[in-house]
């Protein structure tokens, strides 16, 4: 295998920062550069609702530099991403437009979900403590410009996924002109935390103990690890040592702290209102250890890149977090868990068996998973309108690690398990789906109707199933003694619209068991 290199790039609220990778035969993603600069486009975005012209044109400035020395490195790939402030701009669209025609640069502009799910990747690629960290209940908090991000993970599996509205930025510009002083000022953000994960733990962490915090993102970090001795990619502070730092830092101002630990004045703002949060955080989880980690998103883009290139082998199984997150969003609409598992074993053979006339790969999968998991979420609003009210939950939901598409996606497949299947010439108009995302929604559809159906009564009578394909004709064999009338009804009504798509026709197959 060749060495490969790949150039990621993030557009943050506050740095702009491009790192180049290279991929090595022995299967190592290795850092040969790191670029950045501070342009604070998330301070606009709070003040004025969208990027001043100013900071556009640094940006362009900026990421024309970067690429030029993209190309003396001579990269085989690229990905450059936005964040919150360009997710939050108001003229989003025009800002990616002018950008790119400016620089020739594609921009992907990450949802929250997306944001959170690179976060992971990068806390992945960078050390192998990873896994043994989420072993045990694990809280990963992201504090962000505008927002904090608290993610737990239990037994090697995330359980949910919860955004705070609460900044390092925001919090400062909000609460500083409230204050009397500094302590003051500590007083109001700790109460104004307090609330928020108060609400946070009665919600989702309800009893359980979480025994490590992992913080991302912020100044904070490059203060806290100069405490740190350990040669450790995910370095650690007792609550001792972090209280040592905590109250070295809290009274002073962001030039004092920039002056006392050698950083830039322009990074410092922030300092205080995130060592609050953190401070908050392990005394509401009740936390021993605080992990700092030295990562930036662009590391975890590089490590996906690398990944689904085949260029590395991927140490953890984020595809199951995802899975694991949509069961979450399942259980808290009280759907049913048992018919959940039967038709998600069913279409998942399905899937598997029509492999060479589906065309699709594994996200693909993927997302036929979380349909089957979120296909009844609808009822918890209303038994007459399902459809429609899974479809709305999914799009107002955020679903960890899948981006706009890939949830326009899911949310579609699920509104047509039960409701009319639409044609793409009388739905272009009105979504944002292209054909070839259009098509990819009838072939899951198709499935997830034949599976749901298998499943009617809800009463699983249709557990030992197998299937098989064979040219135009799809056999599915059910060992049952059961009588499955019902099953077959809605299985019948089912089959022309699998036809349609796929050109094969499936065909319900009883055995008899003793």
Partial sequence: MAVKTFAAVSIGSAVTEMKIFEFTQRRVMREIECISTRINLGLDVYEQGRISREHVDELCAVLNDFKRTMSGYRVDAYRVFATSAFRESRNRAMLCDYIEKQTGLDIDVFTNAEQRFVDYQALASVSSEFETIIQNATAIVDISASSMQISLFDKDKLITTQNIRVGNVTTREKVLPLSKNNEHFEKLVKELMDYELAGFAKLYQKDRKIRNLVVVGGSLNEIMLQMEQEESKIPSLTKEQFEIGYQNMIGLTPEQIAEKYGLPSDMTEAIVPSAIFCRCLMESFGVDVVWM???????????????????????????????????SISKRYKTSQTHIRNIGDIAVQIFDRMKKVHGLGARERLLLQIAVILHSCGKFISLTDV???????????????????????VA????????????????????????????????????????????RTHRQKCKNVSVTLKEHELKISVASQEDISLERGAFNEKVDFFEEVFNVRPVLKQKKTL
């Fill in 293 to 327: 980690a030295g990562f930036s998103q662009n590391d975890g883009v590089a490590y996906d890149y690398g990944v689904r290139m085949g260029l590395i082998t991927r140490r953890h199984s984020f595809d199951e977090d995802i899975l694991a997150a949509a069961r």
């Fill in 387 to 409: 459809s429609d009210c899974a479809y709305n939950i999914i799009l107002a939901t955020e679903i960890i690690g899948l981006s706009q598409e890939e949830q326009l996606i």
């Fill in 412 to 455: 579609y497949t699920v509104k047509y398990n039960t409701s009319s299947f639409v044609y793409y010439d009388e739905l272009e108009t009105k979504t944002d789906l292209d054909e070839n995302q259009y098509m990819v929604v009838a072939k899951l559809t198709a499935i997830l109707r034949i599976a749901n159906v298998l499943d």
